[in-house]
């Protein structure tokens, strides 16, 4: 037996996460991924970039401090790859570059800017393989703080994928108009590919779509209802931001987005028709750790 470590770090518009997997490996048998620790730093990065078009000094600070925390964290474990990955937050910023080569500069870690199609791809390359069964169609849903990242499988294999700005993040901080225009646009793409299925499933990612599940109670596998998501985002509608915080134990920077995030969520199960969807706590560090397991990153 083999037992690699590596580590992802996934610079996102709400927070900014460091995975830590074991990749175990044993002769004719299947690779597992093993998390072996999860660090989340609440860096809302997305307040910056989508309302201010930049990184502030402040925040340019604190991604510094976060990867020097991180790089401490990863020679502790012994970690021997590592990828860091920064989303729309960093790729619309117009300091974007100088952010990411000021963070290289004072960290050693470099951080690559992706497009929402590799995005996409990264997490479309995960282990969905053991909830995808090959007769059934789904549309997986990523929510992240800037972008939401739709993709549909059928029969094992992906029919189609789109990135779109429709992050939580963002939208808390557009006017109502714009955000009825990007939903507009989801609906359109959504109902256009998948109104030749018969049937179809979500599949929901994202920190948000976890907690929900968490607050369900629901064994690890077994689908949440259209139903049942629906009547939670009634409920977590009428608390208040405060009420979020105290009664149900949600971070701070969890207790607004999580609203947005779940209207999304309910919107793609209405318009594609889903009646459950699956929550399988996987997202973009997951395809990053396989990815460097597999020699796809240089």
């Known amino acids: ?13 709400n927070a900014v996460r460091l995975l830590i997997a074991n990749v175990i490996i044993e002769k004719d048998k299947e690779t ?10 609440p860096i809302r990065l997305g307040a910056d970039s989508f ?28 970690v021997e790859r590592c ?10 910023a117009g300091n974007g570059q100088e952010t990411v080569r000021a963070i290289f500069e004072k960290t050693g870690i470099k951080i690559d800017i992706i497009d929402g199609k590799e995005e996409a791809a990264i997490i479309a390359s995960t282990d969905l393989n053991e ?43 557009n006017d109502k108009a714009t955000n009825k225009r990007i939903f507009k646009e989801v609906e359109h793409w959504i ?12 599949i929901g990612s994202g920190g ?25 985002y009634q409920f977590l509608k009428q608390m208040s931001y405060n009420e979020r915080i105290t009664e149900l134990g949600l971070n701070p920077d969890r207790a607004d987005v999580i609203i947005p995030a779940t209207k999304i969520y309910l919107s793609a199960m209405k318009w594609s028709g889903a009646q ?12 990053i750790i396989k990815g460097l397991h597999l020699g796809k990153f240089d």
């Open 191 to 202: 109902k256009s590919n998948t109104n030749s299925f018969k049937k179809i499933s979500l």
């Open 131 to 173: 909830l995808i069964e090959s007769d059934f169609t789904y549309l997986y849903v990523d929510v992240g703080g800037g972008s939401t990242e739709f993709t549909i499988f059928s029969k094992g294999k992906i029919v189609t994928s789109k990135s779109f700005k429709m992050g939580t993040v963002r939208l808390l901080n």
């Open 32 to 41: 597992l991924y093993r998390k072996s620790s999860l660090v989340r730093v």
């Open 1 to 13: 037996m083999k037992i690699k470590k590596y580590a992802a770090i996934d610079v996102g518009s």
């Open 51 to 78: 309302v201010k078009g930049s990184i502030s000094d402040t925040n340019v600070k604190r991604m510094i401090d976060a990867m020097n925390a991180f790089q401490l964290l990863m020679n502790i474990n012994d």
């Open 83 to 92: 990828k860091a990955c920064a989303t729309s937050a960093i790729r619309e």
């Open 208 to 232: 948000n779509i976890n907690k929900i599940f968490k607050m369900s109670g629901r064994p690890l596998g077994k689908p949440l209802s259209y139903i049942y998501l629906k009547a939670h």
């Open 276 to 287: 459950k969807i699956y929550v399988p706590k996987i997202g973009l560090s997951d395809g």
